[in-house]
């Protein structure tokens, strides 16, 4: 158990819903990063959060956004779902001690979106 | 255009048997890691490694950043160690590429 939690584990909808993807991070780690893996792209970046600002992006589209809020804990919001969109993503939290440096990240065990 | 390049991209080894999994990057990196991905799909970081070398327990991970290289060395390997290992890189600006990843299968 790397301590980080996502919810939910499973979720199916239709196509041009939108859904919203929740990360907690370990105790204490500040930082908060969003990945997409899917069967044909493999894992990729999505965006990173650091106490509460924005760190990083990487391939996330328009259609997706994500903010974390005072308590840490992060959401990952999916608009206007395509079938593409059909994958696993997964949190990772980091930086126990504090500062904006690359560290050791600990993975949650993903959620599982199926856009029908 | 594949910014993190590994190989190879499947291997089966007998238990017991030393194995090596190579990664390549193009990109300038802040730090490299090391992921295994088991069939139920969690994800563990393995190593996060900037330079030089790195050990824990039977896993051995080194990195040659003039080469732009880095390799993860399995020894005594166990079928417990079948999985998926993906590299990925993270560059200046904190964003991270990966690998396709190496499926590893050890047989008893």
């Known amino acids: 158990d790397s301590g980080v939690t996502q919810t939910p584990k499973h979720l199916i909808t239709a196509t041009g819903q939108r859904v919203t993807l929740r990360c907690s991070p370990r105790s204490g780690d500040l930082s908060v990063y969003w990945y997409q893996q899917s069967l044909d792209q493999g894992l990729q970046f999505l965006i990173q959060?650091?106490?509460?600002?924005?760190?990083a992006k990487g391939n996330i589209l328009e259609r997706f956004s994500a903010q974390q809020f005072p308590d840490l804990h992060s959401e990952l919001n999916l608009s206007s779902l395509e079938l593409g969109d059909s994958a696993l993503y997964f949190c990772a939290s980091s930086v126990r001690a504090g500062g904006p440096r690359v560290e050791t990240q600990y993975f949650g065990p993903g959620t599982r979106l199926l856009v029908l | 255009k594949n910014e993190v390049e590994q190989s190879p991209q499947n291997l089966t080894a007998q238990e017991g048997e030393f194995i090596t999994i190579n990664c390549s990057y193009s990109v300038g990196i802040s730090a490299l890691h090391w992921l295994q991905q088991h069939p139920g799909g969690g994800i563990v970081s393995l190593f996060m490694l900037s330079s030089g070398k790195k050990k824990h327990g039977r896993l051995i991970a080194t990195i040659n950043i003039q080469e732009k290289h880095s390799s993860l060395h399995i020894t005594a390997s166990h079928p417990r160690d079948s999985a998926v290992y993906i590299c990925?890189?993270?560059?200046?600006?904190?964003?991270?590429?990966f690998g396709t990843g190496t499926s590893l299968t050890v047989i008893p």
């Open positions: 990925a890189v993270a560059n200046t600006g904190n964003q991270f590429y």
């Open positions: 959060y650091y106490n509460g600002e924005e760190r």
